[in-house]
């Protein structure tokens, strides 16, 4: 795991990611044009024609969160195929997306004992403007679980969560209990 980490999908399934990506785009824009042409209808007091627009717009929200989901579905299998429990790559999912998929991640490892867990995040070059979304979001998740994260641990773009398994320290109240106080 030392070396550096690298986001190479196979062609096929950065292809498919790329499809259903570009599908649920195309459905988000139907979406906005059929509430925009919605709001304009109810602005024009044509309310059966505003509650058709709003509904097929309510529609097209479903088909783009499907595709989305489709392509996060995709990508998410491709690159962590090979990965062992404890490592989790995010690459190619949106915040909201990376948030689900970590914090199953979390209760996995809390459930099997799991005392830590490598969040690949990358280094945010795809993000807009270049400016890393997802490694601030699972930062903040982690500060919520009050989990330690160290940021560029084993490499840069990776978050290495700890998650404090405190030691049974039961004994040490013993020694305070039997020792003897003279007055």
């Known amino acids: ?75 998410f299998k491709e690159n962590n195929k090979n990965r062992p429990l404890n490592e989790l790559d995010l690459h190619g999912l949106y915040v909201k997306e990376a948030l689900l998929k970590t914090e199953s991640r979390i209760q996995y490892c809390k459930e099997n004992k799991i005392d830590h867990l490598v969040i690949i995040v990358g280094r945010g070059k795809h993000s807009l403007n270049g400016i890393a979304k997802l490694k601030p979001a699972i930062e903040h998740l982690m500060e919520k679980y009050q989990f330690r994260c160290i940021p560029n641990k084993p490499t840069v773009g990776c978050l290495y969560v700890e998650f404090g398994h405190k030691p049974n320290l039961s004994w040490l109240e013993s020694l305070f209990e039997s020792r003897c106080v003279i007055c």
């Open 1 to 75: 795991m030392g070396q550096q980490v690298s986001y190479l999908p196979t062609e096929d399934a950065e292809t498919t990611y790329q499809k259903y990506r570009k599908l649920a785009s195309e459905e988000a824009q139907l979406r906005n044009d059929c509430f925009a042409q919605s709001q304009i209808a109810y602005k024009s007091r044509r309310g059966k024609e505003a509650k058709e627009l709003s509904q097929k717009g309510k529609e097209h929200t479903k088909k783009m969160e499907q595709y989305n989901m489709k392509a996060v579905e995709v990508i």
